[in-house]
Each structure stands twice: as structure tokens, then as C-alpha cells.
């Protein structure tokens, strides 16, 4: 088992920055990725971004070039720094990890951006 705690979102204007971060806990030596989805009203869920255990990323194209999956494995957390935010990168985000093929996921965090 795996349990993940996010934290980071909240409201800013379209242009600005925010950090989301991600706490694993439990069985962490058996995780194989992390990432981030997120889900905006009325639309289905979306990969944002993710970060396997050996460091090779990949981004969805709406996101490239704007933001950035890291990890910390000393500290069991991923970061995903956001840059140059627009109204449509609004929507709760939620980290996940695998594990031997099973999604773990986090209770999510809202990011809104303002225009």
C-alpha cells in the first residue's frame, strides 16, 4: 500500500506559478512511477505529467515547455512546477504512483487560474 498526500494549489492569476507537491508513504521501495493527472468540470481525466524510477519523464503536449516533474527520492515526494498558468490548466490535480501496475492516488488539490 501506498498513500500520498498532496499539497500546493490554490488560486492564481493566468501567467503566475504554483507548486504541487507529493508525500509517498507505505510501500515506496516498490514504486515504479509518480505522476499527476488532472480533471477539469465535465471533462475526463487527463495525464499531466509523469517521472519513472529511474528519472525519464513525459509531459502532455498542452504542458510542455510550462511546467516540470521532479523528484526527490530522499524525501519520497515529486514536484510539479507550473509556469505560465492559463485559465485552462484549471482543474483539481492529483498525483498518483504505480505500483506493480496498480495506480495509487492522492485526494487531489484545486488550482485555479484567474484571467
Known amino acids: 500500500q501506498v498513500q500520498l498526500v498532496e499539497s500546493g494549489g490554490g488560486l492564481v492569476q493566468a501567467g503566475g506559478s504554483l507548486r504541487l507537491s507529493c508525500a509517498a508513504s507505505?510501500?515506496?521501495?516498490?514504486?515504479?512511477?509518480m505522476g499527476w493527472y488532472r480533471q477539469a468540470p465535465g471533462k475526463q481525466r487527463e495525464l499531466v505529467a509523469g517521472?519513472?524510477?529511474?528519472?525519464?519523464?513525459n509531459y502532455a503536449d498542452s504542458v510542455k515547455g510550462r511546467f516540470t516533474i521532479s523528484r526527490d527520492n530522499a524525501k519520497n515526494t515529486v514536484y510539479l512546477q507550473m509556469n505560465s498558468l492559463k485559465p485552462e490548466d484549471t482543474a483539481v490535480y492529483y498525483c498518483?504512483?504505480?505500483?506493480?501496475?496498480?495506480?495509487?492516488w492522492g485526494q487531489g488539490t484545486q488550482v485555479t487560474v484567474s484571467s
Open positions: 498518483y504512483a504505480v505500483v506493480r501496475l496498480v495506480h495509487y
Open positions: 507505505g510501500s515506496i521501495y516498490s514504486i515504479n512511477a
Open positions: 517521472i519513472t524510477s529511474g528519472g525519464s519523464t
